[in-house]
């Protein structure tokens, strides 16, 4: 069917407006960018918006040399895997366990665990919870915490409940137990649902910056987060050139006097962010099925 007129007018309006949003999200990703990849002396003098204007490695090399954010990598790294499966396996296995409608006590039990997702004790009590595990100044203060997440296990729950029955039930009419029925039949069909979680788990461990401020004084303990937080309310080059490998070469090579602040805090957000944009396009086509099961089943 031919369009009419006013509906091209809002389509070509759509694109416009998508094209704009487009634009608004990529142009500060492309400012840091070209910043990251200019001398620094060069980019204080300003003009540089899209491309660097004096192209040079020199940033780069001084973040990757800094042994403080090579290690805050690693932490980084250490809390997203370890923390990324630890959470998906408790929540499949708690969303797996509530699924059966015969359990014991099952509507008072989604009840209270419903409340403490409305109902929080709030930041004190939860550190001083936290000291009393002993988890504070330790790296599984980043993994434990943040095991449990009652929203992705109820979105797990619709999930698995969408699941029909009578493949569950034939299973059990062929003698497979629980445990067979989990890993056999509804961890292959979750594979969408777990790929969305654990996209949104993986995030939001990489982004955090919170727990290592605030829970964590250790400085060899820090995510690479916390390392940037701490870096863009420096006042000088010290937090980065303390324990740099580079320092005497850069200095022997006179490169030193052209880094600035502002062209290391670029270069140190490219670093952080990276990675996890890098992992979007391999998840992409399950995050989107995976957010669309959960939002229609159920």
Known sequence: MKASRGEKTAEYIIIVLLSLLCVSVLYPFLYMLAISLNDGADAAKGGVYLWPRSFTLINYEIVLGNETIRHSYLITVGRTVIGTAGGLLVTLLVAFGLSYRGLPLR??????????????????????????????????????????????????????QGIPEALVESAELDGAGPVRILWQIIVPLSKPMLAALGLFTAVGHWNDWFAGAFFVTKQNLIPVQTFLQQLLSAQDLSAVLGSNNNQEALARSSQLKNITLMSIKMSVVMVSALPILCVYPFLQKYFVKGVLLGSVKG
């Open 107 to 160: 509507s008072m039990i989604l009840s209270y665990i419903l409340l403490t997702m409305l109902f929080s004790g709030g930041l004190v009590p939860f550190y001083i919870q936290l000291n009393n595990l002993g988890l504070i100044n330790t790296f599984w203060v980043y993994i434990l915490p943040g095991l449990f997440s009652v929203w992705n296990m109820f979105v797990m729950l619709k999930f698995i």
